[in-house]
Each structure stands twice: as C-alpha cells, then as structure tokens.
C-alpha cells in the first residue's frame, strides 16, 4: 500500500506484465484509492465489487475492489500485497461498483465513505456475506409418532400442526409456548426433523400474484399508467405530480404489478421512516410475494439479514429510505421516490448525497424507469420536466368525490390569542369535533416554549454555545438546544437582574397539547413529534390509534405533514406560518409552500369535505394570495421565474464549502487563505466558476464553533466538479490549520 501525493495532477504509471494489482477502496478520509499487490495464487478468484482485508500500517482494514489492473502509479517493489479475499462472490455487480463510482466523483468524497461506509455494519467488519439461517422443523418417521406417550398432550399437539403446516419456524414454535426441551425429545425421536434455510415469507420463485383487487382508476390514473408501462424496459425519468389524494400510490402499485410479472424487483424510497410501516401495509395488502424494509431503526442484524436479501434477489419489493438507493437488486426493474420534493433524501452530514439524485442516474445506468412522485414536485424536477428532460405526468383530481379544500387565510393581527390560536380557529375546531370528526393542527416547533424570558428585564435563556434560545421542555422540565442538543436545568431567577419573574415565551406543540387538552377533554388530544415518538414502533402505535379513532385532536410537526391518510379528518389549522416568508435561505418559500400544501391535503381526504385554516400576520403577501387563488403551480412558476432571473439552482450549480473552527479568526484566516490560493486557479482554469466571497453561516455560532460558508456556481456542472475536484486537493494540502473542520457540499439543500 502507498499513498499519493495530493500536490501531483498528473501521475506516471507503471506498467507490470506477470503483476496485477487491485484498487481498492478504504474507510478513510482520502478522496483516492489505494493499491495493493494481487498474489498469484489469489488472482483467480478475486473480482471487482469483493471485499478483501489489507494491511494498514501495524493493522488490517476491510477494503472492497474497485479496479484490478497491470498498471499502478508506484514502483512495484513499494506495494504490499493484500492479506485475503472476504467474498469470492462479489458483493457488489459491476452496475453498483459504476454507480458508486459516479457517487464518489460527482459529491467529491472520500471513495471509502461510499464503497464501505454504507454498508451494514457486519459487512464493514469483515463478517461472511450471508443472511443468518433459521431452523425449519418438518415431521420426521411416522413410525416414531408410536413413541410418544397419549398423556404428552403438547408434543402431540405439535406433530398435529406439523401435519397441517408443511414447516414451522423455530422461532414461531418458541412463541406458541413449546418448550426447547419438547423439540429436542421430538428430534431424538424422530418424529421431527429440522432443515436450516433463510427465513421468508412467500416464495421468490413463485408467478406474482395479488392478495386484493386493484382499484379501478379514473381516467388520468389511465392515462399515467399506460404512459409508464410503454417505458417498462427504457431509461425514463418520470414526474408524477397528482395533488394530494389523487391515488399516486395506486398508479404505483399497478405498475409495480407489471415490474413483478417480469421477474424484476422494484425499489420504492420513502422521505421519512415513519411512512415505511403505512407503505409496508398497503404493498403488502396488495401483493402475496416478498416484500422487506431497510431504514436506521433496524438493528444491525436486521439491516444485515434486509441488505443482502436484496442483493441475493430474495425480495421482490424494497422499501426503504434514502440509504436503500445504494443497496445492489441483481434484477432491478424500476425505481419509486415517493414526495421526491422532501428534503429528507439529502444527507445533511458525512457523506452529503441526495438519493433523488442517485436514484436518475441508477435508473440511467440500468436503463430502467424511475418515477418521481409528489403533489409538490421540487423546482429542480419541475425544471427538468420544463426541458423535456423528465416526463410529466398529472393527476388534477382526488381518487375521492370530494374536492381538496380550499386554504383560508385568517388575518390575526389585533386578535386575542390563546396558546397561539385565535378564538375563531378554537370556534371552528369546536365544530369540527362536536360533528365527531377529527381535527389536525400543525405547528412545526416542538418543546413547550421556544425560550424563557425574565418579565422585569426582558433576558432570554440562550445557549452559548450556539448563540441560540432554548427550548424549555416542561414534561422534563429542562432546557434543551436544538442545534448543539446541550441541556440546562430551569433557571430559578433571571441570570441578569436576579427577578424570579421567569415566563415561557411563545408556544411549542408541549403547550398547545396541555392547552387544547384542557379546553376540549372528550377529545383524546395527541401530539405527535420527535419528543413523543422516541420510542421503537411508537409512531406506527400512535398512527394506529388515530386510525382506530381513539384520538379527535391531533398536533403534529412535519412528521404528520406528508403521506399520511387519515380518512375522519375535516380540518387542519396551520400555526406559525410567517417565519419562512422573510427568511435569509431562498428556498425557504418553496419549502413553506410545499409544506402548506402537504399539511392542507391531510383534510378532507375521505368522503367529508375539509376545511384548512392558515393563521398568518401577512394575509396580503403575494404568494399566499397566489396559492389560495391560483394554486401551486402558479407558485411554481412565480419561483422559477425568481430563481432564474437571480440566477440561482436549478439555473445555476452550487457548490459549499462550509468552515468551521472554534475561533472565528482562525476561520477567516483559513478562508482568506483558500480563496488566495485557488482564485487564481478560477481565473486560469476555471473561468466558468464563480465564488461568492466567504459570509457567515445563518447560525454563526453552533456548538462552541464559528461557521462561514463559501460558495461556488456555474452554469456548467462539469466545470464546477472539476474545479472542486481541485480545490479539495488544495484543501487537503493547506498547512496550518488542524483546528479547522470543512467540509464540501454538492447541490446543496440548505444554507447552515
């Protein structure tokens, strides 16, 4: 193994004829890969996409294949040889070995952090790439069945269900009460004998077929479909934009059916896993064939066992989260991105991709359609459909009768307020539930308080760290920051005057839980946000619970803005909305109005007619008018318009270098120094590419360290990878700054 020399853009490479070498990829922060000698008796059964275990240093490290060649950079003689090969089988088929290889080129990051990083965790320390087994018990010799005493009345009991059941789990067997010590006799005997397989529920072999009836679609679900189905064996971005309730997973599902019938598997993406169990269960009511989830709640066993059923072609259906675009299907056939708009399939750290993104070019790599759906496409996929890049696709109606509510703005300036709602939005949600509805207000800032302010001199808990209020959680009563996550226990008096008048300031969805509980008992109010579904399967009960009708009033965040179907729900409320019409960050108006339209879609989605209520302090801003008025894709049209004359994405590709240090002279300095080292390198050899001068982060200070922000763009996304292509190598080569953390964000989705 050597390294390179990050000053060097162009290498001398040496030529062996009786030497292969294997480039491999490494879990380390290097953006290249390393070499290491193939020995002979090894050269047959390594391949690309294997994982190998190689020196590094006084240690060993998993590697996995990303070239073997005759050809490397270093003399010969300094290279060591590779110590053994994990998989003689491939992990990874060439398709995924080109597709990470893309990923590591387009986001300018370390091969390791996509080659090995993503992997589950049993594969990143080397263990054998195979699902764990289960036992199966089956009868064994019916002369053995004499042996059995008639008082044994368990062990009878199991040879009969064993007669009517081919096989029985091992683990299903414990669940129903039959001791281990029973199933051993039983073996001893005979009367039952066990095999050892992978655990599934239907088998992969078998012709789809449907446990229920498809619904019958209207005339635009016709269309959608047949326009999919023509582009079944092709590379084919498709935007499905259908507004809420227009029956997107119908059309889906119906075209998955056609994927099935072929013997392909089909990735669906979800934003949020707390969608997972809702798509679990309608996939599964529809299809009798192997359907699995992969998302960050699973343990790393069931992350493990989920992967490489994926990977061995054992399921026909994956459903998961972002990380699951990178999962290898041997016979992938079409790719789903559910609310494609969300910003939840951006990586906010480590490895900063967008798996919408990743998703178009494995579609295109494996020439296989790709659906974006959404009632709130992203501007980035509206433009691409503007360009006839992408096929677009829309549903203007709701599978139901009822037609989406009509937003109402409610001007609640000079208004009396109570728990941050005006008396006629409690009014309206009194009448909503007197009718025995249910109702659903949003307000998008958990804890019970944004802050606490002294009443005599108007001081306001802030963390130091971070230059940013509190949140005061009553239920814990503690103070927590949101964006360092440091706790403070609740001042008992003001740190500046000394007065004991310390009051909540503002309202959180803790405050307005304790308030509408008390004002409306018989509803059964339940909140649901971060704080109250911490707990493994505590969404999913919760979700449950409001299906079942248990709860009336519900308050949710974000986390009940998307996807969900809630059919007894009439009204939604909507608080705090003015926050993101003055925001510094420009997508922060698409965001809101997005949310809007999601959060809006949750009423009135069954047979009732809903009502949504907008509380805002801004009834005459332009773009609220225009989406009561005219609807979202004038909203869209208005931004595009926006964006392109202030020649921002998605007319422009972004590039951020954020810098962070806990000085803030040591972050300017680091900052003054890039830009004097690779201006020059733009003027030269970039020309296309712009950089805007460093500026401060939006949250300056976060956790103890300052944050500026350095931005570049250009019209021209290859000139723009190439000259961050260098610039990191620049980075990596600056002296001086070890305090220094920066890190580089391609297509960037937020400004912190």
């Keep these: 193994m050597v390294k390179a020399d990050n000053d060097k853009l162009a290498h001398h490479f040496f030529s062996c004829a009786h030497m292969l070498f294997a480039h491999v990829a490494v879990a380390v922060p290097l953006r290249r890969l390393f070499d290491y000698k193939i020995p002979e008796a090894l050269e047959s059964s390594l391949s690309i996409g294997s994982r190998v275990e190689v020196p590094w240093g006084r240690q060993k490290q998993i590697a996995v294949v990303v070239n073997i060649s005759d050809k490397t950079e270093f003399s010969a003689d300094k290279i060591k040889p590779l110590s053994r090969i994990?998989?003689?089988?491939?992990?990874?088929?060439?398709?995924?070995?080109?597709?990470?290889?893309?990923?590591?080129?387009?986001?300018?990051?370390?091969?390791?952090?996509v080659f090995i990083n993503l992997l589950p965790k049993k594969l990143k320390t080397g263990e054998i790439a195979k699902p764990e087994m289960e036992t199966y018990w089956q009868l064994g010799d019916e002369s053995a069945f004499s042996q059995i005493s008639k008082r044994a009345k368990k062990q009878l009991?199991?040879?009969?269900?064993?007669?009517?059941?081919?096989?029985?789990?091992?683990?299903?067997?414990?669940?129903?009460?039959?001791?281990?010590?029973?199933?051993?006799?039983?073996?001893?005997?005979?009367?039952?004998?066990?095999?050892?397989?992978?655990p599934l529920e239907h088998d992969v072999k078998a012709p789809v077929s449907l446990a229920e009836t498809p619904l019958t679609l209207n005339d635009e679900q016709v269309i959608?479909?047949?326009?999919?189905?023509?582009?079944?064996?092709?590379?084919?971005?498709?935007?499905?934009?259908?507004?809420?309730?227009s029956g997107k997973t119908e059309v889906y599902l119906q075209a998955i059916e056609q994927v099935l019938k072929q013997g392909k598997q089909v990735l669906v993406l979800v934003p949020e896993i707390g969608l997972t169990p809702q798509t679990l269960g309608r996939f599964r009511n529809r299809f009798n064939t192997e359907i699995l989830t992969l998302h960050s709640e699973l343990n790393d066993t069931e992350r493990h066992n989920a992967w490489l059923k994926a990977k061995l072609g054992l399921a026909q259906i994956i459903i998961g989260t972002r990380s699951s675009v990178l999962v290898p299907m041997p016979s992938l056939g079409m790719i789903i991105l559910d609310e494609e708009h969300d910003i939840s399939y951006k990586q906010q750290d480590g490895l900063r991709y967008n798996a919408r993104d990743i998703a178009?070019?494995?579609?295109?790599?494996?020439?296989?359609?790709?659906?974006?759906?959404?009632?709130?496409?992203?501007?980035?996929?509206?433009?691409?459909?503007?360009?006839?890049?992408?096929?677009?696709?829309?549903?203007?109606?709701?599978?139901?009768?009822?037609?989406?509510?009509?937003?109402?703005?409610?001007?609640?300036?000079?208004?009396?307020?109570?728990?941050?709602?005006?008396?006629?939005?409690?009014?309206?949600?009194?009448?909503?539930?007197?009718a025995g509805n249910q109702v659903l207000i949003f307000l998008n800032r958990r804890g019970f308080s944004p802050a606490l302010i002294c009443h005599e001199c108007g001081w306001v808990s802030e963390c130091q760290r971070c230059d940013n209020h509190y949140t005061y959680h009553k239920s814990i009563n503690q103070l927590q920051c949101h964006h360092c996550g440091d706790i403070q226990a609740v001042p008992m008096q003001c740190h500046d005057c000394g007065s004991t008048q310390i009051v909540d300031w503002g309202v959180g969805t803790e405050q307005l839980e304790s308030f509408l509980s008390e004002r409306f008992p018989e509803a059964n109010t339940l909140r649901i946000d971060r704080d109250s579904t911490r707990r493994k399967g505590e969404l999913e009960r919760k979700l449950e619970a409001i299906n079942k009708g248990e709860h009336q009033l519900l308050i949710g965040t974000q986390m009940l803005a998307k996807g969900h179907h809630f059919?007894?729900?009439?009204?939604?409320?909507?608080?705090?909305?003015?926050?993101?019409?003055?925001?510094?960050?420009?997508?922060?108006?698409?965001?809101?109005?997005?949310?809007?339209?999601?959060?809006?879609?949750?009423?009135?989605?069954?047979?009732?007619?809903?009502?949504?209520?907008?509380?805002?302090?801004?009834?005459?801003?332009?773009?609220?008018?225009?989406?009561?008025?005219?609807?979202?894709?004038?909203?869209?049209?208005?931004?595009?318009?926006?964006?392109?004359?202030?020649?921002?994405?998605p007319f422009q590709s972004w590039a951020l270098l954020r810098v962070e240090a806990l000085q803030l002279e040591t972050v300017l300095a680091f900052c003054q120094q890039?830009?004097?080292?690779?201006?020059?390198?733009?003027?030269?050899?970039?020309?296309?590419?712009?950089?805007?001068?460093?500026?401060?982060?939006?949250?300056?200070?976060?956790?103890?360290?300052?944050?500026?922000?350095?931005?570049?763009?250009?019209?021209?996304?290859?000139h723009l990878n190439a000259a961050m292509q260098h610039l990191t190598q620049l980075l990596e080569a600056q002296k001086g700054y070890s305090t220094v953390r920066w890190t580089l964000d391609i297509d960037p989705q937020e400004l912190n």
Aim: aromatic share 6%.
């Design 360 to 434: 178009v070019k494995r579609a295109h790599l494996q020439s296989i359609p790709v659906i974006l759906g959404s009632a709130t496409p992203s501007l980035e996929t509206v433009n691409n459909a503007n360009q006839n890049r992408y096929l677009k696709l829309k549903l203007t109606k709701r599978a139901q009768k009822t037609a989406p509510p009509v937003p109402e703005l409610l001007d609640i300036k000079h208004q009396p307020m109570q728990a941050g709602l005006a008396y006629g939005v409690l009014q309206c949600i009194e009448q909503h539930l007197n």
């Design 674 to 718: 890039t830009s004097n080292t690779f201006n020059p390198y733009l003027q030269s050899h970039y020309q296309k590419v712009v950089a805007i001068p460093a500026m401060p982060a939006p949250q300056e200070k976060r956790a103890g360290r300052y944050r500026y922000l350095m931005v570049f763009e250009s019209n021209h996304r290859g």
């Design 86 to 113: 994990i998989d003689h089988i491939p992990l990874l088929d060439p398709a995924m070995v080109a597709l990470k290889n893309w990923v590591a080129q387009y986001y300018v990051c370390p091969p390791g952090e």
């Design 224 to 245: 959608a479909l047949e326009q999919i189905n023509q582009h079944l064996s092709t590379f084919k971005p498709i935007l499905l934009e259908g507004v809420t309730g």
């Design 157 to 198: 009991s199991l040879i009969e269900e064993l007669k009517q059941t081919a096989e029985i789990a091992d683990s299903r067997l414990k669940q129903q009460g039959y001791a281990q010590a029973l199933i051993k006799k039983l073996s001893e005997l005979g009367a039952i004998t066990a095999t050892e397989k992978i």
């Design 567 to 649: 059919p007894n729900l009439t009204l939604t409320v909507v608080m705090n909305l003015d926050h993101a019409l003055y925001s510094a960050d420009f997508r922060a108006l698409e965001r809101m109005m997005q949310l809007l339209v999601q959060v809006s879609g949750r009423a009135g989605r069954g047979e009732k007619k809903g009502q949504v209520l907008l509380q805002t302090h801004n009834p005459e801003h332009e773009l609220l008018q225009t989406i009561i008025k005219k609807g979202y894709a004038d909203v869209q049209n208005y931004l595009l318009d926006e964006r392109n004359a202030m020649k921002l994405p």
